[in-house]
């Protein structure tokens, strides 16, 4: 099948009000940039899907036939943490999916939507030439919506997947495993689920404004919505150049300056931050050695300002030296930084532990282009919407010199920016801690 | 040259890939997972065993292909972390928790001066990723059950190397593949020269 296309600028202003009404309208997906110098980055929007590819073989073959010199997206779609048991081999991960979503969904879209937030009264639009009848969208009437009022509403705390003392307890399992030899580190996180009277969009707006957001997203499939906040990239393609970017390392921010700094500095110095960030970079050197040449770490740590959080970063880089998506994909999933290292016992630590799949949660949401380039985040920070009800984890690295209680606490301070976002309070005896 | 690349289901394996083929020019290096029951009829020159989870006795194939070939064949052997422990283990040394763990962090190492340090700084940065390693090893002891220690770690003086006296094979408890090792290519590199120069 060959998909054409056709690009055109048109003057419209525009606002994120906009780009998540028509998400809402047509069943879209938004990437989204909104950082505090509001002029940097650019939003990706699809509206009305007119196919969909639930597995990434058969996206691939897709994306082969359809490559031409194209900057513009041809699909939009996700990758669930769950599902790491089809990308490796047989029998080393147990049966652990939570099926609420599907486990991969990559869109094509009827229309793409570039919003530079450089300049907010411009937007570059694309029809595809589909050789296929689908129901198509009334062109003039795109932009014609007025945005959802914004009624506000009420979250209602209903579980975590792990009480204080399961998660603590796991925290010393964890050590006794890198005690013994099994790995070095390992993600331990909580599902917290709730029920909320917000409507999906106007949630979006308020988990907008939270962050700092380099790697947003707000998706609607059906009754399904992913909202995301996430700060890390997973993995970026251009020109054959892969580069990914693990976070690791946290530090809170202060509106006193001397405290803002100090606690900079402190992280700057954490002998245990720096020792997590410099294991995931040596795996995530190891995940791209598997399909890159000229694999180099390009800087090491790199300091990111979000509004509540210093975080430490990295990028790797590397050439490739394919250019399929499921090898690609096979080679680097699931992220380093989410799971642990060496990755596959760590994965296995995990599923043990945290009882219950992670879904979508610390998998890839992102864009692949007609040339090849792509952009995934790791769905981090991020809230899944069905009916009412919602879903989200928060979690942290676990290493030898973490203590339980203190890793406890950083899932309640982790999960706090969103909490607050949506009018939640954590019930049960993490209250004392959200109260301090 | 075909260099195996044996691989204990590790995060850190493709990085010693890169690394074997940047410094042995030429040679093929195959990766194979510890369970793969192929490498017994796989040609090989060199057997490069990876880092990994658990203990030396939980290695999969390892064993039986070093009794069924490795020694017979006298063919070069270098272990990296566990692949070392393997050496120290199946040699009769005490492969045990350490009271000093350390997970991505650079240590201090001092050599010998011998022949695998070859134009290493005799002492050097390297990273150590490791909870178990060789036990109750007496200062000033630099031999037993044939292997000899030609590295320590400056801080504790723990083994960092292995050398067997006679056969061709050799270990390193750090991570010469890590970003944080300076020396790890110079490190390989003499590997090859000493032990498969003629097997090239």
Redesign the interface.
Same mark, same amino acid.
């Given at each position: 099948m060959k998909i054409g296309l056709n690009s055109h600028t048109q003057k419209i202003s525009w606002d994120f009000e906009l780009l998540f009404t028509l998400v809402e309208k047509y069943d879209g997906a938004c990437l989204f940039t909104s950082t505090d110098d509001r002029s940097y980055g650019k939003n990706i929007l699809g509206i009305n899907p007119v196919m969909t590819f639930n597995d990434i073989f058969s996206l691939d073959s897709f994306l082969k036939e359809n490559i031409s010199n194209s900057e513009f997206p041809l699909v939009i779609g996700h990758i669930a943490y769950d599902h790491k048991d089809r990308l490796e081999?047989k029998g +080393?991960f147990g049966n652990v999916h939570e099926d609420l979503m599907p486990e991969v969904e990559f869109r094509v879209f009827e229309y793409y939507i570039i919003a530079d937030n450089s300049d907010h009264s411009v937007l570059r639009t694309v029809k595809l030439d589909l050789p296929f009848k689908y129901i198509a969208v009334d062109p003039d009437k795109i932009f014609n919506h007025s945005a959802e009022e914004l009624k506000g509403g009420s979250s209602k705390y209903h579980s975590s997947s792990l009480t204080r003392f399961e998660f603590e307890k796991n925290v010393e399992k964890i050590r006794d495993y *890198? +005690? @013994?030899? &099994? *790995? %070095?580190?390992a993600n331990l996180t909580r599902k917290i689920t709730a029920e909320t009277t917000f409507s999906p969009f106007e949630l979006a707006l308020r988990l907008k404004d939270s962050n700092s957001i380099e790697f947003g997203v707000f998706a609607k499939s059906g009754e399904n919505y992913v909202i995301s906040t996430s700060p890390e990239r997973f993995m970026k393609i251009e020109n054959s150049i892969l580069t990914s970017s693990p976070i690791k390392g946290t530090a809170p921010r202060s509106d006193d300056a001397e405290t803002d700094l100090y606690n900079l500095e402190t992280l700057l110095n954490s002998?245990k931050e +720096?020792?997590?960030?410099?294991?995931i970079? &040596?795996?995530i050197?190891? &995940?791209m050695? #598997?399909i890159c040449t000229e !694999?180099k !770490?390009e800087n =090491?740590p790199i300091v990111m300002r979000l509004k509540n959080v210093y975080h430490l970063y990295s990028d790797i880089s590397g050439r490739l030296r394919t250019s399929s998506f499921s090898e690609i994909t096979r080679a680097l999933f699931p992220g380093?930084s989410i799971s642990g290292? /060496?990755? *596959?016992?760590a994965c296995q630590i995990i599923e043990e532990l945290e009882k219950t799949g992670r879904g979508l949660y610390t998998g890839n949401f992102g864009y692949i282009s007609f040339n090849g380039n792509m952009d995934f985040n790791i769905m981090i920070r991020t809230l899944f919407y069905n009916k009412g009800s919602i879903s989200f984890n928060a979690g942290g690295g676990i290493? +030898?010199l973490s203590d339980p209680e203190s890793e406890f606490i950083e899932t309640v301070h982790k999960a706090k920016n969103i909490c607050s976002a949506i009018d939640l309070e954590e019930v049960w005896e993490e209250k004392s801690f959200l109260t301090e | 040259m075909k260099i195996l690349l044996l691989d204990n %289901? &590790? @995060? =850190?394996? %493709?990085?010693l #890939?890169?690394q074997l083929e940047r410094c042995s020019y030429g040679s093929e290096v195959t990766v194979k997972?510890n369970r793969d029951a192929s490498v017994f009829g796989q040609e090989l020159d060199c057997l490069v065993v990876s /880092?990994? /989870?658990?203990?030396w006795r939980e290695t999969g194939v390892l064993k039986e292909l070093f009794v069924k070939r490795i020694v017979p064949e006298k063919i070069p052997y270098l272990g990296i972390c566990?692949g070392m422990q393997f050496l120290a283990g199946y040699y009769g040394l005490k492969v045990d928790?350490i009271s000093n763990? !350390?997970?991505?962090?650079a240590v201090e190492i001092i050599h010998d001066g011998g022949r695998l340090f070859k134009n290493i700084p005799v002492t050097f940065t390297a990273?150590r %990723?490791?909870?178990?390693g060789i036990v109750s090893i007496g200062p000033g002891i630099k031999e037993m059950n044939g292997l000899a220690f030609t590295s320590y770690e400056k801080k504790t003086g723990n083994v960092m190397s292995l050398e067997h006296k006679e056969l061709p094979f050799a270990g390193f408890q750090f991570?010469t593949?890590?970003?944080?090792t300076n020396s790890g290519d110079g490190l390989i590199s003499n590997f090859m020269e000493l032990y498969c120069e003629d097997r090239s």
């Open positions: 081999e +080393l *890198i +005690l @013994s030899g &099994d *790995i %070095y580190q002998k +720096l020792a997590e960030l410099a294991m970079v &040596d795996l050197r190891n &995940d050695n #598997k !694999v !770490v =090491f380093g290292c /060496p990755k *596959i016992r290493t +030898l | %289901y &590790d @995060s =850190f394996t %493709y990085n #890939k890169a997972r /880092p990994g /989870p658990m203990t566990l928790r763990p !350390v997970h991505g962090s990273a %990723y490791n909870s178990l991570h593949e890590s970003f944080l």
